[in-house]
């Protein structure tokens, strides 16, 4: 290991142990990312105070994060039962493709 890394204790031992916890950090993570999504929708629509307030952020967030990766907006739907507007994004930069047009 050339550089002064030897001096402050990174070892290559210490590197790696760091990329396999950061591995597993990400694994975990997105393994439980839905179940994750469901709970922190739910936290967001029952807390005390102004809940739409906070939805129509959560939307609203959605919407800049979307616009500032360059990924399309595909639609705004609003469900029926609560009333909440709800921003669909593409799952790709072009746009999804509709298979059943293709045939």
């Known amino acids: 290991f050339p550089g002064p890394w030897w001096d402050v204790g990174l ?18 993570f997105t393994i439980f990312a839905p179940q994750l999504e469901k709970i922190n929708m739910q936290r967001l629509l029952n807390e005390e105070g102004d809940g739409n307030d906070r939805w129509m952020r959560r939307q609203a967030g959605r919407f800049v994060a979307a616009y500032l990766c360059g990924v399309p907006v595909e639609s705004l739907s609003v469900d029926d039962s609560s ?21």
């Not at 070892?11 to 975990?28: C, K, S």
């Not at 507007?85 to 999804?96: A, D, M, P, R, V």
């Open 11 to 28: 070892t290559p031992d210490r590197i790696a142990w760091y990329g396999y916890a950061t591995l597993m950090i990400n694994v975990v």
């Open 83 to 103: 009333g909440k507007s709800e921003i669909l994004i593409f799952s790709k930069k072009s746009g999804n493709i509709d298979i059943e047009s293709l045939r």
